[in-house]
């Protein structure tokens, strides 16, 4: 199977009358992720189910990805914690796309290619926000293989 | 969806995924396709008892009663928990980019709905309909959808009971509903 990861596109920054929860996508942080968008439909993306955090920067991530949905949408409040067998069990589907947050992101992709479940306090993978990562074959830690990973200004500049 | 949890009555039912359908129109309206799945896995999941309370009514307690803990488990789960929060700080926020506006959802909607000859679904799709008007302001041809939407349940219940001396009365009076209803949607569909 074929799951891609994406990292939520910015948002606006926390403050003490905004929950971190209810952190919309900046303006620019939406213009370029629909940008972005028509990036990676240049490398033929296409999904059978997304699955997003519930926090509201997620979903609006998860809705900018929706032009590259076949099939389904559906919230998990798994992709905003540490992965685990739980979040495994909802990828239903030949073409996934996990839409969350870091350090969360970049701690699946190593522990879906390495079986690692922590990669240290910096972590191994960036992943900026926007960014798109491919990962392919059997859903199992460790038994996935990193197929590409995009920064969003490679996306963009791709969607030119 | 704390009601159903703690008690699981009929009417409670009800309300759940009538507050489900509500939410969902009112996502449709606003361009949202996010969360619209998960609504309607919702309603999905309180139908299996809806359609029990609908088919048996007060018989049967024991088999109903395992229904309620099915789907009061449902609703304890991760997905339906964090369900209502995402909710509302979505429809808190303005409406995605691709959003064709109000009066292109309602299109759409209005499209949908003449472009079946099934009852069942024709009264589904009304009832959406009825739903965005009444959300609309639109109160007035809302009114004229709910009569269709009523007249096709009430023939919908019917079949339920074949024995029924009223069956052809009922769809009669149903198409005759429709048929008045029909150029309100033809105008929303133009």
């Known amino acids: 199977m074929r799951l891609w990861i994406v990292r939520h596109a910015p948002a606006v920054d926390p403050t003490a009358e905004l929950p971190d929860a209810a952190r919309a996508l900046t303006p620019k942080g939406r213009e370029r992720f629909a940008t972005a968008v028509r990036g990676l439909r240049r490398l033929n993306a296409s999904f059978d189910l997304i699955v997003h955090s519930p926090l509201l920067r997620a979903v609006q991530t998860a809705e900018l990805l929706a032009p590259l949905n076949k099939g389904t949408m559906q919230v998990a409040p798994e992709l905003a914690l540490e992965p685990s067998e739980d979040l495994l069990a909802l990828c239903a589907g030949q073409s996934v796309a996990l839409v969350g947050h870091e350090p969360h992101v970049s701690t699946t992709v190593a522990w879906l290619t390495c079986g690692w479940e922590s990669l240290g306090p910096t972590g191994a993978v960036l992943f900026k926000k926007g960014a798109v990562a491919c990962l392919e074959g059997e859903l199992r830690p460790g038994r996935m293989q990193l197929r590409g990973l995009w920064q969003p200004g490679v996306l963009r500049k791709l969607a030119r | ?190």
């Open chain 2, 1 to 190: 969806m704390r009601d159903v949890v703690s008690c699981g009555s009929a009417g409670e039912v009800h309300a759940l995924r009538s507050a489900a359908l509500r939410a969902s129109v009112a996502l449709e309206l606003l361009g949202w396709r996010a969360l619209r799945n998960d609504l309607r896995w919702l309603r999905r999941t309180a139908g299996r008892l809806r359609d029990w309370d609908v088919s048996h009514g007060a018989a049967a307690p024991a088999q109903r009663s395992a229904l309620v803990h099915e789907l009061q488990a449902q609703l304890h789960s991760a997905r339906a928990q964090c369900l209502p929060d995402a909710l509302a700080r979505v429809l808190q926020t303005r409406a995605p980019s691709h959003h064709l506006g109000p009066q292109g959802q309602l299109q759409c909607l209005a499209r949908r709905a003449l472009g079946t000859h099934d009852p069942h679904r024709l009264r589904q799709r009304l009832r959406r309909l009825r739903l965005a008007l009444d959300m609309l302001g639109l109160t007035h041809d809302a009114g004229a959808m709910r009569e269709v939407v009523d007249r096709l349940g009430r023939w919908h219940d019917e079949l339920q009971a074949p024995q029924s001396s009223t069956l052809d009365r009922t769809y009669k009076k149903a198409r005759r509903s429709w048929r008045r209803a029909a150029p309100i949607v033809r105008r929303y569909a133009s």
